[in-house]
């Protein structure tokens, strides 16, 4: 039973678009950002919402590594391609200007590619892929980041979570739509942990000895200084095929910076030669495609929702009541708080005091003044 207090959508989106704003983030850039922070929040993957706002966006405007004012330079073009450079500013809004632009492309010559250099964290990568969707397009998209992720058979992290998402528009009341990291966890999931005072599970993370770590607040540090390292999807060595999670982190680690010539591996650590902090300087790739090219969008539609339906329709193993299948989760978690709001645990709530205050943003939250604002 969720025992955390909710706070309306409305009222964290104003808040957040107005923390935004008195960061520096221009008004319609800071919806962006807002959005993409509470559509993490709406499908239940806080590990990427309100969760992340203050240490990751925030913290990082006020300590000068990525940019508030966010301008988008377009390095190459064609008719079905583009090459932006983010200079780093926030990856939301590059990435809404990349997305956008490549769905308008797609729907005139059926695909289309866009990718970005110099970026910042662009929030849930399932954002991106959804907006294709609504458009009636298929979505596929991800990024690098500071590296975390161990090559098989190493203990170095050397690859980020790099996330491969891909989202489809069915004729279900929900696309499919999977977005997740190329290792077991993310670093988000453990920043998680972290705040709300738990373990990591074993086996997620391994250090330079090659054991797991469970320690979550030591694990954050150990990843920065590299005496940890997460472990690639199906885990360590090749037993679980752990080699294949580590391969598709490659992938998404190539198409994220060699197209456009940015940066990669150990260069997105975020810190300068004597340790200080430097802006990241991610990359993003976009795939649109369009199903009207092919045998049409509601032809593609009715064959993906009927593959799904089969999935969830075949025989279950003993004790479990039902099969899933991607987005669909997501979609429920929405269902359940569409009418209740946010649920904020304790740590965020006192970023969003600490932030408001910091900022002397006039709002006041439901939780404070009944024990729970602290």
């Given amino acids: 039973m969720e025992t955390r207090p909710y706070v ?9 678009t107005d923390a935004f704003k008195g960061s520096g983030v221009p008004e319609a850039d800071a919806k962006i950002c807002a959005d993409v922070l509470l559509e993490s929040d709406r499908r239940g993957i806080e590990s990427h919402g309100c969760n992340r706002f203050k240490p990751v966006y925030i913290d990082r405007l006020a300590d000068g590594i990525q940019n508030p004012v966010t301008v988008v330079e377009t390095l190459k073009e ?7 450079d983010a200079h780093d500013g926030m990856g939301m ?9 490549a769905i308008k492309k797609a729907g005139e010559y059926g695909m289309s590619m866009a990718v970005i250099r110099n970026s910042t964290h662009y929030g849930i990568a399932g954002y991106w892929a959804s907006m294709a969707v609504k458009a009636g397009m298929i979505g596929m998209t991800g990024t690098n980041a500071r ?4 090559p098989t058979f190493g203990v170095e992290n050397m690859l980020g979570t790099n996330p491969l998402t891909v989202g489809f528009p069915t ?7 999977l977005d997740c990291a190329t290792s077991i966890t993310q670093r988000g999931r453990i920043e998680y942990f972290a705040r709300a005072g738990e373990p990591t599970p074993a086996g997620m993370v391994i250090g330079r000895d090659g054991q797991a770590l469970t320690d979550s607040a030591r694990i954050l540090d150990d990843l920065v200084s590299g005496d940890a390292a997460l472990a690639p999807l199906g885990g360590i060595g090749e037993e679980l095929a752990g080699y294949k999670g580590y391969g598709y982190a490659t992938v998404v680690e190539v198409l994220s910076a060699a197209l456009q010539a940015g940066s990669f591996l150990k260069l997105l650590n975020g ?6 902090k430097t802006p990241y ?9 369009d199903p009207e090219a092919f045998m049409g969008l509601e032809q593609f539609k009715k064959t993906c929702g009927d593959i799904l339906r089969e999935l969830r329709a075949s025989r279950k193993a003993p004790g ?3 099969i899933y299948t991607a987005g669909e989760k997501e979609y429920l978690a929405w269902l359940d708080r569409k009418d209740k709001g946010v649920p904020l645990g304790e740590a965020v709530r006192r970023d969003i005091i600490a932030v408001r205050d910091a900022l002397k943003l006039p709002y006041k939250f439901p939780f404070e003044g009944t024990g729970l604002s602290q």
């Fill in 8 to 16: 309306s959508w409305e009222l964290m989106e104003a808040f957040l």
């Fill in 281 to 289: 300087h991610l990359g993003h790739f976009f795939i649109v495609i």
């Fill in 271 to 276: 810190r300068g030669e004597r340790g200080e």
């Fill in 78 to 84: 064609t008719a079905v391609t583009a090459v932006y």
């Fill in 147 to 150: 590296p975390s992720i161990a």
């Fill in 171 to 177: 004729d279900e009341d929900f696309p499919f739509m």
């Fill in 93 to 101: 809004v590059a990435s809404h200007r990349a997305m956008t632009d």
């Fill in 320 to 322: 479990q009541a039902r």
